[in-house]
Structures are given as C-alpha cells and as structure tokens.
C-alpha cells in the first residue's frame, strides 16, 4: 500500500476522541495523512505532533472526507453523532471504531444512510501497545463499497489479518466484537477459579499456569493475558463499568436472539458485584480480584 495513494483518497480526516485508544491511532494516520481531532476533555488537545485540534465538533466535522470516531461507548457515540451528522456532507466516510451497542449502530447507520453517509462500524480488539504498533484488529461491517474505501485506513492500523469483516449490516461488527468479549470475560473468571483451586491444592501457580497452557484450556488470556494478572495487573484498559455495560448488551442480544444463556449471565453476575465492591474503577480483571478476595488469597506468581 502506498501512502501516496492513502493521501489522495483522503485528504481531509476529522478524528473525535484522543483518550488511551483514539491517540495513538490518529498519531499513526498523521504520518501520512492530513488529520485534525477534537475530545470534549480540552487537557487532551495537541497532545500529538503533527495533529491540528479543532475548536469544537462542529469546527471538526466541516468539508471533512473521513470522520473517525474513538469513543468510550454507545451513550458518548451517540452525543457525539447528534452534533457531527449536520455538518457532515454526503459522501464522507465515517469509521467508527467504537465497541458499541448493535440497535445504537443500527440507528446511527440508517440516519447516516439517509444523509448519504457511508458508515463502517469496526469496532478494535488490542491493547494501546499494540495500537501504537498499528496492530490491532478490526472487526468490520457495512456495505461493501464502504467497506472498500475504508480498506487502505483499517490495514495501516492494524496487523497481518487484522481486518475481518463481520457481514453487510453495520450492526454486525459489533455484535461479534461483543460476542468475543463475553467470551473473553467469562474464560478469564473460569481460568482463574481453576487456579485458585489448584493453588489451594498445592500447586504453584506459576506452574500450573505451564501446564494448562497449550491443553484442553488453550487460549489467548492463558497465553498473552494471565501472566500480567499473577504479576498483579488486572488489566487497566477497560473500567469495570464497561465490562458491565457490555454484559448488560449482550445479555439483552440474547434475549432478543430467544437464547438462555446460564454461563454468561453467570459471568455478568460476578462482574456487577465486582463494580458494586470496587466502583467505577479501571480493571477488566476486578472480578477475578473479587474472586482472590473469596479466596483470601491472591493469584502471584
């Protein structure tokens, strides 16, 4: 891919959200491309060379091509859109990188259409480090044409088949990134009880972590996640208060797909006790803590 090309596609990027995500995205498009960012917190302005900031959203989203949204989630999305879509021009392309709601995506993409805006929901999987790295992963959907035109933007993002696309609805992204991440939630509770079990039988856990991994349990939080938790990090990318949010959604997405879900309704249980033990802090692990807590003990190496 040539950057060349990038730049004649889209010369004009508006980019809304510079937190622990949005920055070191738009730091990696401002290598090659015009961009200019706004976030409603004014401390987090011209934090990244090369980034003009705007004076407010309006100002932002005025004779752009491309909008990129990074956004806590769907409540602040949706502000966010209220005051962007009137004076967005029809034909820009609008990428929403937001890990959302599947009916707030779906509402947005039909009022976008009627404008003649081309959206694309892709909704990330990473870490900032990987951000930084331009090594995310994408999960993508919306029209095909859309999905085209976003193509060169999503790849300088993301690694080797880091682009997935999901299906030609635009609330499909988000509804597989929500499935993976229920998933991820419940397996992270799951692989830590088997632990304290273990470890209260005896076993060292740095040891056990050895065993299990690459056997019937093989997966990713075992592999990449866990070793960061026996070091006492519970993962401070993601507040309690949106893993809840997220269960909380895809426990209405079962509801209306007619499935009992006993599992992650489980696993959503355990996460609502951890925010009303701990509050709104940052930790996508705070159920595990809770579950040390049970335990009197906590998982170290």
């Known amino acids: 891919m040539e950057t060349s090309s990038i730049d004649v596609r889209y010369p004009r990027i508006g980019a809304v959200g510079l937190g622990r995500m949005g920055s070191p995205i738009e730091a990696i ?69 937001t890990s959302g709601d599947p009916a707030v995506s779906r509402v947005l993409g039909e009022e976008a259409e009627r ?92 040891d056990l972590h050895s065993l299990l991994q690459g056997s019937a349990d093989g997966s990713r939080f075992l592999d990449e996640h866990l070793v960061r938790l026996l070091d006492g990090d519970y993962l401070e990318t993601l507040g309690i208060v949106r893993v809840v949010e997220e269960l909380n959604t895809i426990r209405t997405m079962s509801e209306a797909a007619g499935v009992t ?16 033990r701990f509050g709104p802090a940052i930790g996508e692990l705070l159920a595990v803590k809770l579950l040390e807590e049970a335990a009197g003990r906590p998982l170290r190496r």
């Not at 003649?116 to 930084?132: K, T, W």
């Open 115 to 206: 404008r003649g805006i081309e959206l694309v929901s892709a909704p990330m999987a990473g870490s900032v480090a990987e951000a930084a790295a331009g090594e995310l992963v994408f999960f993508t959907s919306g029209t095909h044409g859309a999905v085209a035109r976003a193509l060169p933007i999503l790849q300088a993002l993301s690694g080797e088949d880091g682009v997935r696309r999901a299906g030609s609805r635009v609330e499909d992204a988000q509804i597989v990134k929500l499935l993976a991440n229920g998933l991820w939630f419940a397996n992270a509770v799951a692989t830590s009880e088997a632990l304290l079990i273990g470890q209260g039988l005896g076993l060292a856990t740095a």
């Open 29 to 97: 498009l401002s290598h090659t491309l015009t961009v200019r960012a706004f976030d409603i917190d004014a401390k987090r302005e011209a934090v990244i060379p090369g980034i003009g900031c705007a004076s407010s959203l309006s100002d932002l989203t005025t004779a752009i091509d491309v909008l990129v949204t990074v956004l806590p989630g769907p409540e602040e999305l949706c502000q966010c859109m209220t005051d962007a879509f009137p004076a967005l021009l029809p034909g820009t392309l609008w990428l929403d990188f």
């Open 261 to 276: 879900t006993p599992l992650l309704n489980t696993s959503r249980q355990l996460h609502h006790a951890a925010f009303d």
